[in-house]
């Protein structure tokens, strides 16, 4: 007797079979995979262009421009055919595929480091310092990205979503970002609105480098898998290089989760400072004790850096002349130590509130005030 699962099959037999896109050849697929493997001249013109244009649309701040750059980035192909090399077991297309991206690397940050400082950049922005810290929420875009990109490539009528691949994972950003990173001094100075913050080189390099390596792991792993279960290859052949990628895959997860955890921590404090920032003055335990003298008081921006479970942050409000004290601005930082340690369970938290229009009042963990 028929079962529903087996009627469900026998119907994608009959009428139901046209909506069952072919798979491409798996000898058409090959070819395609040899030739974008290849370090060719038309890949290393894009691949220019690409950084040029990602480069100066980080340094003027332009989200526009960047996703433009994410388009023109040829980048993704090699590490495509690198998973499909993998997936079939062929050692010269993967040697092949890994040296057009150690060279596309390699392009990218040198660009993006020459063009930085031929424009004499010393300074960093939004742009820039959110490709520097990332968590496994990017390794997920980048497994989610893989997948639709590996798919539709064994798939004649899906080619079009390629380009939408490309602007998911962003592949050359985050090597612009280290490029730039890599021409500047150790003082650097970052611009967030009307906040800056001194001193960050090593993270803007290295966190934007990590974020690269979390998308090449995380599509080649990803792809890998797409082309095995749609039988381009094998398990039998390939599990040799399938256990070397999900144990680089399990090594980068570490400092990911732990990135991870620091996003949390600086979504929930971002959370309370935009309740703050909309008047809900009177949910806090600080602002309760006197809700009419905190009416009168504006938050004009904040500013959170979470990294090894520490924290800086960065107020700058604006009141009446006077009416925020040093006493005042005391009780805030305690406000927000006892929480952070406590709820948040940070090791340290060092804040600097700005009131407008000249009093700046800085702490750290010895809660002793200096102007």
Avoid: H
Avoid at 48 to 70: K, P, Q, R
Avoid at 142 to 152: D, E, K, L, P, T
């Amino acid at each position: 007797m028929p079962t529903p699962i087996t009627r469900a099959v026998e119907a994608l037999t009959g009428e139901w079979q046209i909506n069952l896109e072919q798979r491409v050849p798996r000898k058409e697929l090959y070819k395609a995979r040899i030739e974008s493997s290849k370090p060719s001249l038309g890949f290393f013109v894009l691949l220019v262009c690409s950084a040029v244009i990602a480069t100066l649309g980080l340094i003027s701040n332009s989200t526009a421009v960047v996703i433009g750059a994410m388009i023109v980035a040829p980048l993704m192909d090699p590490i495509l055919s690198l998973a499909f090399a993998l997936a079939i077991s062929n050692n010269t297309l993967a040697k092949r595929s890994l040296l057009t991206i150690l060279l596309g690397v390699l392009t990218v940050v040198g660009t993006a480091a020459i063009l930085s400082m031929l424009l004499d950049v010393s300074e960093v922005n939004r742009e820039m310092t959110s490709r520097t810290a990332p968590n496994l929420i990017d390794l997920g875009i980048a497994v989610a990205a893989a997948i639709a990109g590996s798919f539709s490539m064994t798939r004649a009528g899906l080619s079009n979503s390629i380009a939408g691949v490309a602007i998911a994972v962003a592949l050359v950003p985050p090597l612009c970002v280290c490029g730039i990173g890599l021409s500047l001094g150790q003082e650097v100075v970052a611009v967030f609105g009307r906040g800056t913050v001194a001193g960050i080189t090593n993270q803007i390099s290295e966190g934007s480098f990590l974020l690269f390596l979390a998308n090449l792991i995380g599509i080649t792993v990803a792809s890998l898998f797409i082309f095995l279960i749609q039988r381009y290859g094998s398990v039998g052949q390939s599990w040799r290089n399938l256990l070397v990628w999900l144990g680089l895959l399990g090594l980068l997860s570490i400092p990911l989760s732990s990135s991870l955890r620091d996003f949390s921590i600086k979504q929930q404090l971002d959370g309370q400072f935009a309740s703050f920032k909309a008047g809900r003055v009177r949910q806090f335990e600080l602002t309760r004790k006197n809700p009419y003298l905190w009416q009168k008081v504006r938050m004009l921006y904040s500013n959170i850096r979470v990294v090894d479970n520490k924290a800086t942050v960065d107020l700058v409000l604006s009141a009446p002349e006077g009416l925020v004290t040093d006493g005042l601005a005391q009780e805030v930082y305690e406000g927000l130590a006892d929480r952070a340690k406590t709820d948040l369970g940070l090791d340290d938290i060092r804040t600097t509130i700005s009131v407008i229009p000249n009093q700046i009042f800085k702490y750290s963990e010895t809660s002793q005030p200096s102007s």
